[in-house]
């Protein structure tokens, strides 16, 4: 079975600068996460989808942070526009269903915002 | 402010030791789960403690939870240099779509 993948693996951008990451999670997952995790801490929660539709985006910067889950599959996150704070791993995370108790972890996107 | 909280934030060990992590947290809890990462890496689940339980095993992983003083510890026996990586301790409050919410990790790292 094939894991949850992301993209780009890394991405280094200039303040005021816009970017999108990719995620296709575990075929079949129902939930989808997005994580932000700056370096030395645990991940934190940005949005949670549940197929296309958000049940949980209380931590999103929504001044500049905009997610979506196209047809309940695939998704996107972007920054528009970055800040130096933002420079972070992004992490996507699958599960087969509205509060299954094991997440599935991708490999994440490293931003670097200069 | 983050639910959980790892003690110790390092430790470093020789193969063949026991590691022992602690979690403390903050308000009641539906489960309370354990996750690995490797430098660079996603994370791992490696074993899931609901709150009606107080103690689980997997290989050579053991958790136990105290729900009367809002605590957990990992305990990994017979450790490997392969077992070197951060360790990160996470809730799921009752009613909360299974949202998880991590502490700031443990980096454990075993010396041959």
């Known amino acids: 079975e094939a894991g949850v993948a992301q993209s780009p693996r890394y991405k280094i951008i200039e303040k005021r600068q816009s970017v999108a990451f990719w995620c296709n999670p575990i075929s079949g997952h129902a939930t989808l996460y997005w994580y932000q995790q700056i370096l030395g801490q645990g991940p934190k929660l940005l949005i949670q989808f549940q197929n296309n539709g958000v049940v949980d985006d209380s931590q999103l910067p929504k001044d500049r942070f905009s997610a979506e889950r196209l047809k309940g599959v695939d998704s996107t996150l972007k920054i528009q526009p970055a800040k130096l704070e933002d420079s972070a791993v992004y992490l996507c995370?699958?599960?087969?269903?509205?509060?299954?108790?094991?997440?599935?972890f991708g490999p994440g996107t490293r931003l670097t915002v200069l | 402010s983050q639910q959980g909280e790892e003690d110790p934030q390092a430790l470093s060990i020789q193969e063949g030791e026991n590691a022992t992590m602690n979690c403390s947290y903050k308000?009641?809890?539906?489960?309370l789960q354990w996750y690995r990462q490797n430098s660079g890496r996603g994370l791992v689940h490696l074993i899931l403690?609901?709150?009606?339980?107080r103690e689980k095993h997997s290989g050579r992983l053991r958790v136990t939870l105290d729900t009367s003083k809002k605590s957990s510890s990992l305990l990994i026996t017979a450790s490997r240099a392969a077992d070197t990586a951060s360790y990160f301790c996470?809730?799921?409050?009752?009613?909360?779509?299974?949202?998880?919410?991590f502490g700031a990790g443990t980096q454990v790292v075993v010396t041959p």
């Open positions: 308000t009641s809890i539906n489960n």
């Open positions: 403690i609901r709150s009606n339980e």
């Open positions: 996470a809730t799921v409050l009752p009613d909360s779509w299974g949202k998880l919410q």
């Open positions: 995370a699958s599960s087969p269903q509205r509060g299954t108790d094991t997440q599935y």
